[in-house]
């Protein structure tokens, strides 16, 4: 069989590619990808004609492996730790609690998603006002990263790097793009996700990318 073929935004803004990504680099998990650029004609609405050639969902990300079209960044984060076990922790409820972590950031922090774009490269220079539903989610998150990561002892979420991880990656980006006066424990957590080196290696793409989302960048002017 080919290898797998992992189809990508613009890494700069998907955060949603980002975490499949990672999984695959972290389960040494051989994979080629595609970067199609998002925000033009469709964008929004998934009807972007060249992410619906690849994807049924006409959303990123999207892994080809064979004939099989395994879409949603958890769906493919799945198929990574059924090559690579060790995404997740080997203990099973330890493993529960990971996946429970996981399904809850794909499934939710909805106003955070809206309120805090992703968009690795970018600084604010102060923490903008949040609304209610956006301070929710961050003391929510506080909350579940310090809950996880006392119980668990760091420095990933669940001690080991997880699936988990790669699901809240992104997070600690948003964290520095917005410069959110988070709590210590949470600013240690996302520099243990910097010094990543899988994750250093996307951010270094996602600096150098040349395309532009002019919806994101619009959101800041
Ligand atoms: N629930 C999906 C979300 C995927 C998603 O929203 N992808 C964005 C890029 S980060 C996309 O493809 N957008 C295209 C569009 O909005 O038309 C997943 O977990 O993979």
Same mark, same amino acid.
């Given at each position: 069989?080919?290898?797998?073929?992992?189809y990508i935004?613009?890494?700069n803004y998907?955060?949603?590619?980002?975490?499949?990504?990672?999984?695959?680099?972290?389960?040494?998990?051989?994979?080629?990808?595609?970067?199609?650029?998002?925000?033009?004609?469709?964008?929004?609405?998934?009807?972007?004609?060249?992410?619906?050639?690849?994807?049924?969902s006409?959303?990123?990300?999207?892994?080809?492996?064979?004939?099989?079209?395994?879409?949603?960044?958890?769906?493919?984060?799945?198929?990574a $730790?059924?090559?690579?076990?060790s995404?997740?922790?080997? *203990?099973?409820?330890?493993?529960?609690?990971? /996946? =429970? !972590?996981?399904? &809850?950031?794909?499934?939710?922090?909805?106003?955070?998603?809206r309120?805090?774009?992703?968009?690795?490269?970018?600084?604010?220079?102060?923490?903008?006002?949040?609304?209610?539903?956006?301070?929710?989610?961050?003391e929510?998150?506080?909350?579940?990263?310090?809950?996880?990561?006392?119980?668990y002892?760091?420095?990933f979420?669940?001690?080991?790097?997880?699936?988990?991880d790669?699901?809240?990656?992104?997070?600690?980006?948003?964290?520095?793009?917005?410069?959110?006066?988070?709590?210590n424990? $949470?600013?240690?957590?996302?520099?243990?996700?910097?010094? *990543?080196?899988?994750?250093?290696?996307?951010? /270094? =793409? !996602?600096?150098? &990318?040349?395309?532009?989302?002019?919806?994101?960048?619009?959101?800041?002017?």
């Amino acid at each position: 069989m080919s290898r797998p073929v992992l189809y990508i935004g613009n890494k700069n803004y998907s955060s949603w590619s980002m975490r499949p990504w990672l999984a695959l680099k972290w389960g040494a998990i051989a994979f080629d990808e595609k970067i199609i650029p998002l925000g033009g004609e469709g964008y929004g609405r998934s009807q972007i004609r060249e992410v619906r050639e690849v994807s049924p969902s006409g959303r990123v990300p999207a892994l080809h492996v064979g004939d099989a079209v395994i879409y949603e960044s958890l769906a493919i984060c799945e198929w990574a $730790a059924e090559q690579a076990p060790s995404l997740w922790p080997r *203990d099973a409820l330890t493993r529960a609690e990971a /996946r =429970a !972590a996981a399904s &809850e950031m794909h499934a939710g922090f909805a106003a955070l998603r809206r309120d805090m774009s992703c968009n690795i490269r970018r600084r604010l220079a102060a923490e903008p006002s949040w609304p209610g539903d956006t301070r929710a989610d961050l003391e929510h998150l506080y909350a579940l990263w310090d809950r996880v990561l006392s119980k668990y002892g760091g420095p990933f979420l669940f001690g080991e790097r997880s699936i988990a991880d790669a699901m809240f990656a992104p997070v600690c980006t948003r964290l520095r793009t917005y410069a959110v006066a988070a709590p210590n424990f $949470a600013q240690n957590y996302r520099e243990t996700i910097f010094a *990543d080196s899988a994750f250093g290696e996307w951010e /270094r =793409a !996602a600096e150098a &990318e040349i395309w532009t989302i002019e919806q994101t960048e619009a959101l800041y002017r």
